[in-house]
């Protein structure tokens, strides 16, 4: 059973933080990685997508992979209360059909 | 470009009924998924199409729900003899399908099915 795993929050951070989220999955083998961010109500959207070890810069957005370590993140700079949301992570394994399993997802909250 | 439509929004149906939804992706899209969300999960996994052939089927997803995408363009799917334990958001979500290993999924609105 291939596993996305994520701390539900909530996260709560006042607005012009940095606001940390992370996901850690369980197939060694998987080889991309995605930041959905779903608002209350709606459908996921993706913001980021990160495929090698290291940093992913994107605006106030920057993902983070370890794949020794199984672990990806995705920070948010300058937070605002728009960014309130669940923010889920995806991963897709190397070979066969590449389909994304998500984690749980975390909700984040930006009080002004 | 209209994005990724799906209909209906919302489906209320009685125990026992027979359902079904479309999706209408993204027109260059090769790839077409269905996801079902409950509240506080993440979109787990039913089946998926690239182009017109039903490729994997989760091991989860009951005999009573069938999916097809006809000629490889929307797709529909049916729940037999609904249960109140299908209530939930199916999500279908399109991707290119030309990159393999960097699924980018794009996601429609979604139906949001309660089954009394």
């Known amino acids: 059973q291939k596993e996305v795993e994520q701390n539900s929050g909530p996260l709560s951070v006042p607005e012009g933080a940095i606001a940390s989220l992370n996901c850690t999955y369980s197939?060694?083998?998987?080889?991309?990685f995605f930041w959905y961010r779903q608002y209350s109500g709606k459908s996921p959207e993706l913001i980021m997508f990160?495929?090698?070890?290291g940093d992913k810069e994107d605006g106030r957005f920057t993902a983070q992979l370890n794949k020794a370590s199984q672990y990806v993140s995705l920070l948010i700079r300058d937070s605002q209360p728009s960014d309130s949301a669940t923010y889920l992570c995806?991963?897709?394994?190397?070979?066969?059909?590449?389909?994304?399993?998500f984690g749980r997802g975390t909700s984040l909250i930006v009080h002004p | 470009d209209t994005g990724v439509s799906q209909d209906p929004r919302h489906k209320i149906t009685k125990r026992g009924q027979n359902v079904t939804f479309r999706c209408d992706p993204i027109?260059?899209?090769?790839?077409l998924y269905w996801y079902r969300q409950t509240l506080g999960q993440g979109p787990e996994f039913l089946t998926y199409?690239?182009?017109?052939?039903?490729?994997?089927k989760s091991r989860l997803l009951s005999d009573r729900f069938s999916a097809e995408r006809p000629k490889g363009s929307f797709s529909t799917l049916e729940i037999q003899r609904t249960e109140q334990g299908d209530s939930a958001m199916y999500l279908c979500?399109?991707?290119?399908?030309?990159?393999?290993?960097?699924?980018?999924?794009?996601f429609g609105s979604g139906t949001q099915l309660s089954v009394l």
């Open positions: 027109s260059e899209h090769n790839r």
């Open positions: 990160i495929y090698s070890n």
């Open positions: 995806a991963v897709s394994p190397s070979g066969g059909s590449y389909i994304p399993t």
């Open positions: 979500a399109s991707s290119l399908g030309h990159d393999m290993g960097s699924e980018k999924l794009f």
């Open positions: 199409f690239q182009n017109e052939a039903q490729l994997e």
């Open positions: 197939d060694r083998g998987s080889q991309s």
